[in-house]
């Protein structure tokens, strides 16, 4: 298991193997074919092909099989399960990113190869992608070097995480795609194999540019791929759409859309006409459903900024009772008054405060982040009291800037109004008003200019905005500081000034009473008046309220807005 995860290498159940060489082969013209599996492994993808070759009745001699491993133990069990299946393969024990294993495979299929199939290593950094300026993920090292033995015509049909998709780093895989391939099939699913903090996706490619080429996006993240209901699922859903890729099918366990390729920045899981509001990112005027909107997005009106690392939380958090982390508790009567808050000078909001300012209190809020509660249907948004304190005595902050790894970014910013937002987890982003003091990296600050902190804590919060955010900005577990800026609100003079009373209403609420369930209550109202704001349709509105039941199936159907 350890040499498995050093190498980065994840299994694949046959039933997902098999499902993926069908919707390759599909794709592939040749009677005859020859087929490349970098990473070979147990051979699954191979056996995979054989046996769906031999279903066709195609004679096991016009495939031609090559497979490539690190490892000698792996290539003799492909060997072995290739025979039980009645074919055999060239087995190359290489690393498929050395330069000497390209030019054998080359010179082997001068031609290039029809297929290139497989599940590429995930988790491990290699500079091997540097030379297409990928980043270091191994898998899109092995997408560019797979792509260099691919004939014009040829498929590539890989298994790979799902955050080349959308986030900043990976743009250069995107674009690498789009100048070569035909991007067929993003099909986005969950596999209990695939032991990753990441959801697996379903690449089919075929190389050259074509015109007019559409781009099948599907969400099955709901149902596990590794289950005998998910291959019903997908024979009717990615089989049966494999060639007409058109029509968007909607519903709360799965999705399908289809839209041009073009040159995406992002291949997103969504509904293409909602697109537009990011597709022209320097416009702050869209027109769409027959009316205009002029937005603002939050790079545009807000300072959004990194926090404090110590160095040594253990040393320096507290926590409340109750409150996650391997913290120490916080004694009430360290915790310095609100009141005595407002009087530190700058120079002691960044740097501490002399011993004895306060008595012997010393510990100021400190913003960290919070954890949402599913089984209520409750997201830490709007106004969260801080359960964690951090000792901001003077010679604290100067041991911190002693440790290694401690990072004092933006003290300045400390102590500021602003919103704060915690960028990592299942149900991120989750936004709230801040605390005065420090604030971790962990739950970054968004400082407005020219934009009241309820109106913006509407937006961001809001189900549309969510949706906006995850399918077309970053649909990942980690949604950082870049990604918000590129959130936006409507300037709507009628609508603002409803979404800025209810926020305040929920706040004033949660200040009475912290597990306050707005949900249910206010949280329909600013659905609908950002909704209004953003001129969404009626089916827009069901998609979003749709993604949202199967993104979040904990959480609840949310109210129709």
Request: with cysteine.
């Amino acid at each position: 298991m350890k040499e498995r995860k050093r190498i980065g290498a994840y299994d694949t159940s046959p039933r997902l193997a098999r499902i993926i060489c069908r919707l390759a082969l599909e794709e592939c013209r040749g009677r005859a074919i020859n087929v490349l599996d970098p990473a070979v492994g147990d051979g699954v993808f191979l056996v995979a092909l054989a046996g769906q070759w031999k279903k066709h009745r195609r004679p096991l001699s016009r495939l031609n099989l090559t497979g490539v491993d690190i490892r000698r133990n792996a290539l003799r069990r492909t060997a072995r399960e290739l025979k039980r299946a009645g074919a055999g393969a060239e087995l190359l024990r290489a690393d498929f990113l050395e330069p000497g294993t390209f030019r054998k495979l080359h010179s082997s299929a001068p031609d290039g190869y029809d297929l290139v199939i497989g599940n590429p290593p995930y988790g491990v950094k290699t500079d091997a992608g540097r030379k297409f300026g990928f980043s270091r993920d191994s898998y899109a090292a092995f997408i560019g070097y797979a792509a260099g033995l691919i004939k014009t015509g040829g498929v590539l049909g890989f298994l790979v995480p799902d955050t080349w998709e959308t986030i900043p780093s990976h743009r250069a895989l995107r674009e690498f795609l789009n100048s070569r391939f035909s991007v067929r099939l993003v099909a986005n699913i969950r596999s209990s194999h695939f032991r990753a903090a990441v959801n697996p996706c379903i690449l089919i490619a075929v190389r050259g540019k074509r015109n007019r080429n559409r781009i099948t996006a599907v969400d099955l993240t709901r149902t596990d791929a590794d289950s005998p209901e998910f291959e019903k699922l997908a024979r009717k859903i990615l089989l049966s759409n494999s060639r007409t890729r058109t029509v968007s099918k909607v519903s709360e366990k799965s999705a399908v859309y289809g839209y041009p390729q073009k040159d995406r920045p992002r291949f997103f899981i969504g509904r293409p006409s909602l697109a537009g509001f990011f597709e022209h990112r320097s416009e702050s005027k869209i027109r769409r459903n027959r009316k205009q909107i002029k937005i603002v997005r939050v790079g545009e009106t807000a300072e959004v900024k990194h926090g404090l690392t110590t160095g040594a939380n253990r040393e320096f958090i507290r926590k409340l009772h109750g409150a996650y982390g391997n913290y120490r508790i916080a004694e009430p009567e360290l915790v310095v008054r609100p009141a005595e808050i407002a009087k530190l000078k700058r120079d002691e909001l960044e740097n501490g405060f002399r011993p004895g300012r306060f008595g012997k209190r010393h510990l100021l809020p400190y913003d960290k982040g919070e954890r949402s509660d599913s089984s209520r249907g409750w997201l830490p948004n709007y106004f969260v009291p801080t359960r964690y304190f951090i000792d901001w005595r003077r010679s604290s902050v100067a041991q911190m800037k002693k440790l290694i790894g401690h990072r004092h970014d933006n003290p300045h910013y400390y102590g500021k109004k602003g919103i704060t937002f915690s960028f990592a987890g299942v149900y991120c982003p989750t936004f709230r008003l801040n605390h005065p003091g420090p604030f971790d990296h962990a739950s970054c600050c968004i400082f407005p200019r020219g934009v009241s902190l309820p109106l913006l804590l509407g937006y961001l919060c809001s189900t549309p905005m969510r949706y906006l955010m995850r399918v077309f900005i970053n649909h990942t577990v980690n949604f950082g500081v870049d990604a918000v800026k590129e959130a936006f609100i409507a300037l709507d003079k009628k609508r603002n000034p409803k979404i800025q009373k209810l926020v305040s209403r929920i706040i004033g609420k949660q200040k009475r009473n912290p597990s306050y369930l707005y949900m249910k209550s206010e949280q329909p109202q600013i659905d609908r008046h950002v909704a209004d704001a953003l001129a969404l349709s009626a089916s827009e509105r069901k998609e979003i309220r749709t993604w949202f039941s199967r993104r979040y199936p904990n959480l609840g159907k949310p109210a129709r807005f």
